[in-house]
């Protein structure tokens, strides 16, 4: 729920900047903002101790400070209350730096107005309590870890521990920032080592799960046996990035199967037992992990929708007023622009959130692409360049499913029109005929994709652009890849991206 109140604190020595701050928000009602105002740093502390505020406009210098100095002590003191960063210098750098050291926002003075202004501060409030319940959600799954008595720990693919519980911590004597980061040949014997990460890289190689591993360790100067079970651990892709194992001392059992060899129904019991145990432990986490993305995917509706259902708001209010004006016209463009919007974005969500198995059906491939071109240029507006040799493919007909394949194709569209810019933006668009494969090849030469991103667009929430949920080219891919396909894509900063999709003309049986 949003708050009808916010409390600001800025800090701030020059008696204009703060009087252009109160008058900036001196008629906001809905919230409303409640201004306390102080000189230096000292005295901001000051009030930061006695009051409660929801965040704090901070003057990078002050007569007691300089530079980042006070961010840094402000956060240290309370890390619970955003901070932006007001200053007359328009230095990127400085801006990045001030991220870095926890800043919410980075604003010029003279560079903001009142709808700016009073979005950052919402903004830092919203991100600040999202990044509070993803701590929450971090907090929760490590205390189930630790719940189970099992020792866990999630391995990369250079040996290095990323996570353990309190069970493994216990168990090796150390505490889990001691283990975390670690490789296991500076916590075990070379040989021991040795022996582990062979089995590792047999899950990480195969791709399949090792269960009821049977190893030996020493454990306080003692042998104990260690029934383990590793499984590939993989990212939101599917990619295998290390190994997850689960592992019970069953020391006492394997006693015991040599007191008890004549007792089988005792022993089967048992071994029952402990089964059950490491399946619990399964679901729970698995659980565990779909809250933290179902967590994710609200907080990114929530944020995202929020922007264009206002704009759509705001136009009716200028419909209504301007109906006999034809700038009314302009109005309804405007909703219907945003109304598109809205649409992708929640697609791409619903498509994220549970993509099915297509459902296949025999259609013109060619009539569909058309379809997409011609909606996808009125969603953009913008007047570029459309070069199409679609020729080879006019009487082509393929068997997939052609609403998951138009939204592959939209989106693509979409992100090249976007790319582009007028007057001179380009966008060009091939298909070819490859005996049982169809490749489509959409080009433009928009601002292109630097190597540090080119290996991330198709993870999901990850996005260049200041709008949009980051989820397009990771339903793209996944789609492509429920097809048999495959999608690839080139670029380069300032020359543009090339995106070639190779679909199957048949379904693979």
Request: neutral net charge; charged residues 30%; proline residues 3%.
């Amino acid at each position: 729920m949003e708050k009808s109140e916010i409390h600001l604190l800025v800090i701030e020595d020059n008696p204009a900047d703060i009087r252009i701050v109160r008058e900036l928000l001196r008629h906001c009602v809905n919230p409303y903002f409640k201004i306390t105002h102080a000189d230096n740093l000292a005295g901001g502390i000051l009030k930061l101790e006695k009051e409660v505020f929801d965040t704090v406009l901070l003057d990078i210098n002050l007569p007691d400070s300089r530079s980042l100095e006070g961010l840094t002590e402000i956060v240290k003191l309370m890390p619970d209350i955003p901070v932006i960063i007001l200053t007359g210098a328009d230095d990127e750098n400085l801006a990045i730096e001030s991220l870095q050291c926890k800043a919410a926002d980075y604003l010029v003075k003279g560079k903001i107005n009142t709808d700016a202004l009073k979005r950052c501060i919402k903004y830092a409030i919203e991100r600040k309590h999202i990044e509070e319940v993803l701590a929450k959600q971090q907090e929760e799954l490590q205390i189930i870890l630790d719940s189970v008595p099992s020792w866990i720990f999630y391995k990369d693919k250079e040996n290095r521990l990323l996570r353990v519980n309190k069970a493994f911590s216990k168990m090796m004597g150390m505490s889990k920032k001691a283990l975390e980061g670690k490789s296991l040949f500076e916590i075990y014997t070379r040989e021991q080592a040795e022996a582990y990460w062979k089995e590792d890289l047999e899950v990480i190689r195969s791709g399949k799960p090792k269960m009821d591993i049977t190893e030996t360790a020493i454990i306080n100067n003692k042998t104990r046996f260690i029934q383990t079970d590793k499984i590939p651990y993989r990212d939101s892709q599917g990619n295998i990035i290390g190994v997850i194992s689960f592992s019970v001392d069953i020391t006492e059992r394997k006693q015991a199967e040599e007191i008890l060899k004549r007792d089988k129904e005792t022993f089967e019991r048992m071994v029952k037992e402990r089964s059950q145990e490491l399946m619990i432990t399964r679901i729970e986490l698995d659980k565990a992990k779909r809250l933290s993305d179902i967590g994710t995917l609200a907080a990114t509706v929530a944020h995202e929708l929020r922007n264009p259902l206002n704009t759509i708001l705001m136009a009716v209010y200028n419909l209504k007023r301007k109906i006999l004006d034809p700038s009314a016209e302009r109005s309804l463009n405007n909703i219907e622009n945003k109304i598109v919007e809205s649409e992708q974005i929640i697609n791409n969500l619903l498509f994220y959130s549970k993509i099915r198995m297509p459902n296949y059906e025999n259609f013109n491939f060619y009539e569909i692409l058309i379809e997409c071109i011609k909606d996808s240029k009125k969603i953009s507006k913008k007047k570029v360049l459309l070069k199409k040799e679609l020729e080879p493919i006019k009487n082509i007909f393929i068997e997939s499913d052609p609403f998951q394949i138009k939204e592959v194709f939209i989106n693509l569209l979409n992100n090249a029109h976007d790319a582009v810019s007028e007057p001179d933006g380009l966008i060009e668009i091939k298909a070819y005929d490859n005996d049982n494969l169809l490749k489509v090849c959409i080009k433009d030469n928009g601002v292109g994709i630097s190597k540090d991103n080119l290996g991330k667009v198709f993870e999901p929430f990850f996005s260049t652009k200041s709008k949009g949920t980051g989820l397009g080219l990771s339903v793209c891919f996944q789609i492509i890849s429920l097809h048999s396909g495959t999608i690839n894509i080139e670029s380069e900063t300032g020359r543009g991206t090339e995106v070639s999709v190779n679909l199957p003309k048949k379904k693979k049986q």
